[in-house]
């Protein structure tokens, strides 16, 4: 994800101000790019990833955002995921880091075992992550690249 180097021409102030209104945004307004992207490197690097495949990672997660607090998990968004578990990365080594295609979020369940993510691939198909056994990367909504740009443009013209 690049950094952007000015407001984009086609924003215009009631985007900025929908954006900023909406409480499902209250996450992101705490967060930069910079912070999103150190977020990601961090998590990425502590799961032992070497050099080559972590920059691989970052250039596939560029428009994502690492998400482990419940209330950053949005219903609808598309989430992408690692499993950390090899009963979640069928056929393949116990060493081998996966990123999965994803699906969107159609529920999540707070269960005794832990909270579930429902999701929806883009086959349709149904299926459940446990949150504590896969990172979460979820796809940064219109919104939120809105209200990101907004706020590095505010911090760079400091």
């Known amino acids: 994800m690049s950094k952007p180097d000015s407001?984009?021409?086609?924003?215009?102030?009631?985007?900025?101000?929908?954006?900023?209104?909406?409480?499902?945004?209250?996450?992101?307004?705490?967060?930069?790019?910079?912070?999103?992207?150190?977020?990601?490197?961090?998590?990425?690097?502590?799961?032992?990833?070497?050099?080559?495949?972590?920059?691989?990672?970052?250039?596939?997660?560029?428009?994502?955002?690492y998400v482990e607090e419940l209330q950053d998990i949005q219903?609808?968004?598309?989430?992408?995921?690692?499993?950390?578990?090899?009963k979640n990365n069928r056929n393949r080594n116990d060493s081998e880091i996966i990123l999965k295609n994803g699906g969107f979020i159609c529920d999540i369940k707070i269960l005794g075992s832990g909270v579930h993510l429902l999701c929806r691939n883009n086959f349709r198909k149904i299926f459940q992550l446990k949150l504590d056994e896969v990172l979460i990367f979820q796809k940064l909504s219109n919104q939120e690249e809105i209200i990101l740009s907004v706020f590095d443009y505010l911090a760079k013209n400091e």
Do not use: V, W
């Open 7 to 65: 407001c984009d021409s086609k924003m215009n102030i009631e985007d900025i101000l929908h954006s900023l209104d909406n409480d499902r945004n209250l996450s992101i307004s705490k967060l930069t790019y910079d912070k999103i992207n150190n977020m990601k490197y961090n998590m990425l690097q502590r799961i032992g990833m070497n050099d080559e495949e972590l920059e691989s990672m970052l250039l596939k997660l560029g428009d994502y955002r």
């Open 75 to 86: 219903h609808g968004a598309f989430i992408r995921y690692i499993p950390l578990t090899s």
